[in-house]
């Protein structure tokens, strides 16, 4: 028995070495992951711990970490064998933020955004009052709940899906513990985003899409001729890997780097500016260091994405997170809820244009769904399109806000349909094609 027993530990320390030596050099960015998450998903979307590591935290190797949350210091740390902590710090307005090791909470001097949040008594999506009860005779209201109850199919994760028609509520289901009041972070849903705030500098006459020479560290090579077009296209040329299961420039730059902004900016040319296509997260945030220069202060930058975009179409409950430089993380990074993210889709829907107002220049909502050079029609000014078919019994005019683990809003203006759809499992694993379809055939 003593000998089993010694065998048995012997292995159990193999196991454990193997798995150190393998995951070692990655437990920056597991701890990282799970700090970040857990810090934000129970301060920002108030959830529980045991949800967040059960749903969001549960993959590998992610799931190998061991998560704590202190709301007391508004703080959550995650460690990995004991080996390797990392926190995360929650400020109210800016959301959570990775500390540098050595780094305590109570240390940080931070500025906030001024937000102003209106009323109106215009019902949803205009105003602040609860939906119309609209009934279109068009629609096949029992097929509208098939897709629905297809969308929820256990397999599929689904957490919220919300479908807007001709301005109206047309249908909305959530998974237990989420909400309309629930924000959900969108991923790279971010991207659009900033999108949205580069079209309101060039609406404002501020910026330029051929602007180039656009940063010092590159004018003394080829990098000077980038554009702003180059780089809201991600086909600027830069070298970028965006590869979340290893050690890559995007997981480097997300639970690693304090300044966000400078991790594409450093990169080389490795293609060329307007054919060479490689999406990058390095490049929006990029973007969002630029927009930030383009004010006299960091106060006016943080004041402007929320008062001539999001508070100003009633995206209330967004939360944009900073980096620990106080950039917003342009391309990951915000939060909403489902009947929010609507909001930003019906902009772009009305191209533009907000209840009366213009937010965007219609001009600029036909460049943003426009297929860049490279993409094979997938891929606009910060926008995934459907103009090379990739669903293919979905109108081509389709054009989306894609985030990490199948976050998605649709725009399908032939339609007149927003469609958002949150989960944890994403194309083809959850069929998108049959899904759309599945909500356009109900509209006869």
């Known amino acids: 028995m003593k000998k089993i027993l010694t065998y048995g530990l012997f292995l159990l320390i193999i196991v454990l070495g193997v798995a150190i030596y393998i995951y070692y050099p990655r437990l920056n960015l597991i701890t990282g992951f799970a700090a970040k998450n857990v810090c934000s998903c129970s301060f920002i979307a108030n959830r529980n711990l045991e949800s967040i590591e059960e749903t969001d935290n549960n993959f590998e190797p992610v799931f190998y970490a061991e998560s704590e949350v202190f709301f007391d210091k508004k703080l959550a740390t995650s460690e990995v064998f004991g080996l390797k902590e990392r926190k995360a710090a929650y400020v109210k307005g800016i959301g959570c933020t990775l500390l540098p090791e050595g780094t305590s909470s109570e240390n940080r001097n931070v500025q906030l955004p001024k937000r102003t949040k209106s009323t109106s008594n215009?019902?949803?999506?205009?105003?602040?009052?609860?939906?119309?009860?609209?009934?279109?005779?068009?629609?096949?209201?029992?097929?509208?709940?098939?897709?629905?109850?297809?969308?929820?199919?256990?397999?599929?994760?689904?957490?919220?899906?919300?479908?807007?028609?001709?301005?109206?509520?047309?249908?909305?289901?959530?998974?237990?513990?989420?909400?309309?009041?629930?924000?959900?972070?969108?991923?790279?849903?971010?991207?659009?985003?900033?999108?949205?705030?580069?079209?309101?500098?060039?609406?404002?006459?501020?910026?330029?899409?051929?602007?180039?020479?656009?940063?010092?560290?590159?004018?003394?090579?080829?990098?000077?001729?980038?554009?702003?077009?180059?780089?809201?296209?991600?086909?600027?040329?830069?070298?970028?890997?965006?590869?979340?299961?290893?050690?890559?420039?995007?997981?480097?730059?997300?639970?690693?780097?304090?300044?966000?902004?400078?991790?594409?900016?450093?990169?080389?040319?490795?293609?060329?500016?307007?054919?060479?296509?490689?999406?990058?997260?390095?490049?929006?945030?990029?973007?969002?260091?630029?927009?930030?220069?383009?004010?006299?202060?960091?106060?006016?930058?943080?004041?402007?994405?929320?008062?001539?975009?999001?508070?100003?179409?009633?995206?209330?409950?967004?939360?944009?997170?900073?980096?620990?430089?106080?950039?917003?993380?342009?391309?990951?990074?915000?939060?909403?809820?489902?009947?929010d993210w609507a909001k930003f889709g019906l902009l772009y829907l009305h191209k533009g244009n907000w209840n009366g107002e213009q937010i965007l220049n219609e001009s600029w909502v036909d460049y943003s769904t426009t297929p860049a050079a490279g993409s094979n029609g997938e891929y606009g000014a910060h926008f995934w399109l459907n103009a090379g078919g990739i669903y293919p019994n979905v109108p081509k005019d389709l054009f989306s806000t894609n985030g990490f683990q199948g976050q998605h809003i649709f725009i399908i203006p032939s339609e007149d349909l927003v469609v958002v759809r949150f989960g944890l499992v994403e194309h083809p694993d959850f069929d998108i094609d049959a899904f759309l379809s599945g909500i356009i055939d109900t509209l006869e």
């Open 122 to 339: 215009l019902p949803y999506p205009y105003g602040t009052a609860e939906p119309k009860d609209s009934v279109f005779f068009n629609v096949d209201y029992e097929q509208l709940q098939v897709a629905m109850d297809n969308a929820f199919e256990a397999e599929n994760q689904t957490r919220a899906v919300l479908v807007l028609y001709k301005d109206h509520l047309l249908a909305e289901e959530y998974a237990p513990e989420f909400s309309p009041e629930t924000p959900i972070l969108g991923w790279s849903m971010t991207k659009s985003v900033t999108n949205a705030v580069m079209g309101v500098l060039e609406k404002q006459g501020k910026i330029s899409l051929s602007q180039d020479h656009l940063f010092p560290e590159w004018e003394n090579d080829r990098r000077s001729q980038i554009t702003l077009n180059n780089l809201l296209h991600m086909n600027s040329g830069l070298e970028w890997e965006e590869d979340y299961t290893k050690i890559s420039d995007v997981t480097k730059m997300l639970f690693l780097a304090e300044d966000m902004s400078r991790a594409q900016l450093q990169q080389p040319l490795v293609g060329e500016p307007g054919e060479t296509w490689n999406y990058s997260s390095g490049t929006t945030n990029m973007l969002s260091g630029f927009i930030r220069e383009q004010f006299d202060t960091h106060q006016q930058y943080l004041d402007f994405w929320y008062a001539e975009l999001i508070d100003k179409i009633g995206m209330h409950s967004m939360v944009l997170e900073t980096d620990l430089a106080g950039n917003y993380v342009g391309s990951s990074y915000s939060w909403a809820t489902p009947r």
